[in-house]
């Protein structure tokens, strides 16, 4: 390997790393990024993309608390944050207003229902205050028919770790992987009665890939090209716990739609809760075989 391809190599390398430190046009740093909106996941567009329903429906949600009890994942020191978000009721709440661009539920607000009551009482004292005995009466609250109960249940880290080297000539590169799961429990309780009209659980893949490449490699009689490169993506696990939600919903109004507890308001609902059932059936295993198999064991 030349000098002049070595020089150019360093010279790069300088140069990347000057760049991240100049300001940009408009006083914004390269490495700040402006908010966006959160990707749609395919699931969350097909829960946005649901028929319409014959009527809609009024549910509430208190709590989606995590259940795991898991800390965050970490093979060198002791974290003490979560494995996963503790909001997933907001998310839960999300999920059930974009079912159906919203028309397919109603969620009436739960989660700070004691400030909800705190703020009428303020409104009723100061229109007693100020109105008397003819103060307007707020309107009732609204009351929902369904509950949605349920968690974040479990969260399993390096459920599989592997990877892949190589190297020639002192010039090598080797890629790491990890997967962890994360899994949400859904269901929907009947106000009236207390029955569990339906339960759901869904899970979903997070995977963490490291990519590095390095060089050692001696250029002249006294000289050493000593050169490392890497990067690690690892997929958000806020984003993981959002999609098993949106497909927790999805698979509640299917599971509801199939159940006849509430229907679409066109054919084209049948469809897409034929597709739903093919996709979820599960094949029984017959019964000589489980005969076969307990002989064996």
């Known amino acids: 390997m030349s000098s002049s391809i070595v020089r150019l190599l360093l010279l790069s ?13 408009g006083g914004r740093d390269i490495l700040e ?27 509430a949600v208190y709590q989606f608390p995590d259940l795991t009890g898991k800390n965050e994942p970490n093979d060198n020191v002791a974290v003490f944050s979560r494995a996963v978000t503790q909001g997933g009721a907001h998310f839960v709440v999300d999920a059930l207003q974009r079912a159906g661009q919203g028309r397919w539920f109603t969620v009436d607000e739960r989660g700070s229902l004691n400030d909800l009551l705190q703020e009428r ?27 949605v109960e349920g968690g974040i249940i479990a969260f399993d880290g390096n459920v599989m770790t592997g990877g892949i080297g190589a190297n020639y000539l002192n010039i090598g590169g080797n890629v790491n992987y990890r997967r962890d799961t994360v899994t949400v429990a859904m269901r929907v309780v009947s106000v009236q009665t207390g ?18 490449a390095n060089v050692y490699q001696f250029v002249s009689v006294n000289k050493l090209l000593q050169a490392e490169a890497g990067i690690t ?19 509640t109004v299917m599971q509801g739609a199939q159940k006849r507890l509430w229907s679409f308001a066109g054919p084209e609902g049948r469809s897409l809760l034929d597709d739903y059932l ?9 019964l000589d075989a489980l005969s076969r198999k307990k002989a064996e064991s």
């Not at 009209?197 to 590095?212: C, E, F, I, R």
């Not at 093919?278 to 017959?286: F, L």
């Open 233 to 251: 993506k690892t997929e958000p696990t806020q984003l993981a716990v959002r999609q098993a939600i949106d497909l927790a919903v999805y698979a």
């Open 195 to 212: 029955e569990i009209l339906t339960s759901v659980t869904t899970t979903k893949t997070v995977y963490s890939v490291g990519v590095q």
């Open 13 to 25: 390398s300088v140069a990347a790393m000057l760049a991240g430190c100049i300001p940009q046009p």
């Open 278 to 286: 093919a996709h979820d059936a599960v094949t029984p295993i017959p």
């Open 121 to 147: 009482q303020l409104v009723k004292a100061t229109r007693s205050d100020f109105e008397g005995e003819n103060a307007r009466p707020l309107p009732p609250i609204r009351f929902a028919g369904l509950l």
């Open 33 to 59: 990024q402006p908010p966006t909106l959160t990707p749609a996941s395919p699931i969350a567009l097909d829960l946005e993309n649901l028929p319409r329903p014959k009527r809609k429906l009024d549910i």
